[in-house]
């Protein structure tokens, strides 16, 4: 069975660095920790704040219980930026955590993630907060009307991003490390890869690639086609799994960023 949307956002927050997620959530909510800590075995905590409301809530202003947690999480963890929601059960008493948070004016971005709860699941929310992080954090970089990205610097490598890797998902720590060295191989570097490992500020840098590499469409898939037309950067369409498929993928990046992939396809022939 697949898990709600906001468990997807825990993975997107979880593989990052410098964010927290302020998540709107009842007692027996938070059994989302036990997927990060027990089976991740991660040695801390996800960086997820919840408001854990009770019955006896119910009947008090739920809204001003938010409005703390947020509070109190910006000053424990000075995060570089905050994504805020609500949990299925959360999302019932229709507090509005985004508006809340923005009252608090905290000198960071806050994202709100508007998850439906019941319409949707795990992989729709890791690919919607990724994809809002990324809209809001990557910035327009789209060339001005009637002219055309710069083109690379001579002598300069290619570069690419790598997008999709988050914490929870099987491989993903493997598959960034074989497609890195596969990609330095070709001779092109990685600029960055997210959200596994990024921070807000490198998501910042997103546009400076020449291209992107998605390597989990499912999370990555709606954030590469906004930076298709925010930033004018082509991605992969190839996921490199298998002989064949990654012999297609080389020859895909080698379109991208512009290079002769023949040798290496080659050598990997003898």
């Keep these: 069975m697949k898990a709600p949307p906001h468990v997807g956002a825990m993975r997107v927050a979880t593989g990052m660095k410098g964010l927290h997620y302020v998540l709107h959530a009842p007692q027996g909510d938070t ?82 993630i508007d998850l439906p709860a019941y319409q949707r699941k795990e992989n729709w929310g890791a690919a919607e907060t990724f994809y809002q992080l990324v809209r809001a954090l990557a910035g327009p970089s789209m060339p001005a009307p009637g002219t055309s990205k710069p083109s690379r610097p001579e002598g300069r490598r290619p570069t690419c991003n790598l997008l999709g890797p988050s914490a929870l998902g099987f491989r993903h720590r493997d598959d960034i490390a074989e497609i890195t060295q596969l990609l330095g191989k070709l001779g092109i570097d990685v600029n960055v890869t997210a959200p596994m490992g990024a921070t807000p500020a490198d998501l910042a840098r997103l546009g400076d690639a020449d291209f992107n590499v998605v390597l989990y469409p499912e999370i990555a898939g709606q954030a590469a086609s906004w930076l298709q037309r925010t930033c004018d950067q082509p991605f992969t369409k190839t996921i490199p799994i298998g002989v064949t498929a990654t012999r297609a993928f080389i020859a895909e990046v080698g379109d991208l960023a512009g290079i002769d992939v023949n040798a290496v396809l080659d050598s990997e022939d003898r």
Aim: hydrophobic share 40%; with cysteine; glycine share 8%.
């Design 31 to 112: 059994y989302a920790d036990l997927l990060f800590t027990m089976i991740e075995r991660r040695d801390q905590r996800p960086p997820v704040t919840y408001t854990t409301f009770a019955a006896r809530d119910l009947g008090g202003d739920t809204a001003e219980l938010f409005k703390t947690a947020a509070q109190e999480a910006y000053t424990r963890f000075q995060p570089q930026a905050m994504i805020v929601g609500a949990s299925c059960t959360g999302s019932l008493i229709q507090d509005d955590p985004g508006g809340l948070a923005r009252a608090l004016n905290l000198p960071i971005p806050v994202i709100a």
